[in-house]
């Protein structure tokens, strides 16, 4: 079954402008099933995971064009960046758009190759799994989430708690959400494996895959938290250096997500520590042993795991509609915090997110800090598990989490 993609707009819009495109994001999110979707009949593919495709692209990129001529869908591009200087002379000799479609898995050294070869040439968009709005069939809604408009999500039915903390326990990877008959604990153990197996080892060396099984499990461990190398080394049992190296494999392969805190130059008493933040809660949860969304729900990751999603949603809204998230979080050193902040053109959109059906004015107190800065202060928003959105005060509203 297929499943309408939000970036399908953005996608092709992309095409009709660059001679190529890069679809970016984690494996199994569905990226060539939304290109081979998208595919007209007489657009070749070819994939890199194929061993003899692979070693033809390495040792005769020519060849491998010539072999695989535009227009083309090459898929997992990182296992061949040799091919990127040789999609170059054909882009620039035949100038036409939308020749090259192209898919990638590890984000930073494809960036790189990229950023290096094919500059000003690609034009490059990320996918994660599922967000809400495309399992409720409202793909069309392109535009990004932002507080202050409830006039198409106040008619979408919310999800009541355990059947979101079921969309939470199982995440948003295609294969699993879709399929209620996946078993959630063979899929996401293979997940892991073939992740080790695959992933890792080619952008690090990791000589024990014990010690970065137990890394995986104490960062999934902290989603929704401020990051703390050291605490999260010493948990492990490894120098920070190489939590510090292990982390950055996982937000490159689009694993974790670290929020930035938001700075002006009129306060100099701001948190300056990112947060961390899963990108699919299905695998925290699976990482951290919950056995089912009961168990999350009552448990102590509950309120956690809950922001993380939302967080995820909110930035699934943002690239699967072809942009970059905005995104912030606010904390001073007097421990005052807002969840998140989206900074979108010029203005400072607060957000909470809040494991409770009636929100109050209490929990939206810090929103009047923003005032204190040099930034006009957009309507607000508290993310929680009332039915319907709902005034809390004139600019700042209760809406269902699920609307995002």
Not at 69 to 97: C, G, N, T, W
Not at 135 to 156: C, I, Q
């Amino acid at each position: 079954m297929y499943v309408d993609r939000t970036l399908s707009g953005p996608l092709a819009a992309a095409s009709r402008q660059f001679p190529a495109i890069l679809i970016s994001g984690p494996r199994q999110v569905g990226k060539t099933t939304l290109l081979r979707h998208a595919a007209e009949a007489e657009r070749r593919y070819v994939t890199l995971d194929d061993p003899q495709a692979r070693t033809l692209a390495k040792d005769d990129p020519g060849l491998f064009l010539q072999r695989f001529a535009p227009p083309v869908l090459i898929d997992e591009i990182q296992y061949a960046p040799e091919l990127l200087p040789h999609i170059k002379m054909v882009v620039d000799s035949r100038q036409r758009p939308g020749d090259f479609w192209l898919t990638g898995s590890q984000h930073f050294h494809l960036m790189q190759g990229v950023s290096e070869s094919l500059a000003g040439r690609v034009g490059i968009v990320n996918l994660l799994g599922f967000s809400r709005r495309e399992l409720a069939g409202h793909s069309e809604r392109v535009e990004p989430f932002l507080p202050g408009d409830y006039a198409t999500t106040g008619e979408e039915r919310p999800l009541g708690l355990m059947e979101l903390y079921q969309t939470v326990w199982r995440g948003s990877l295609p294969r699993i959400a879709l399929d209620a008959e996946v078993d959630r604990d063979l899929f996401y153990g293979s997940y892991v494996q073939t992740y080790l197996q695959r992933d890792v080892r080619t952008l690090a060396s990791v000589g024990d895959e014990m010690a970065f099984t137990k890394f995986l499990r104490a960062t999934a461990a902290r989603t929704g938290q401020l990051l703390n190398l050291a605490d999260l080394a010493r948990d492990v049992d490894v120098s920070p250096n190489t939590a510090k190296s292990w982390l950055s494999i996982l937000k490159s392969s689009g694993v974790v997500y670290l929020v930035e805190p938001y700075h002006s130059n009129v306060t100099k008493r701001l948190v300056k520590t990112p947060k961390l933040y899963f990108l699919d809660t299905g695998l925290a949860a699976y990482l951290t042993e919950w056995s089912s969304p009961e168990t999350l729900e009552a448990g102590a990751m509950s309120g956690a795991i809950l922001e993380s999603w939302a967080v995820a949603e909110v930035i699934r809204s943002y690239w699967h509609a072809g942009r970059q998230a905005p995104i912030f979080y606010y904390r001073d050193k007097d421990r005052r915090e807002i969840d998140l902040l989206i900074f979108r053109d010029g203005t400072l959109y607060p957000i909470e997110v809040k494991k409770a059906t009636a929100p109050s004015k209490k929990d939206i107190r810090h929103f009047s800090i923003l005032d204190r800065l040099d930034v006009p202060r957009g309507p607000g928003a508290v993310l929680c598990l009332t039915e319907s959105p709902m005034p809390i005060t004139e600019t700042v509203w209760a809406v269902p989490v699920s609307h995002i």
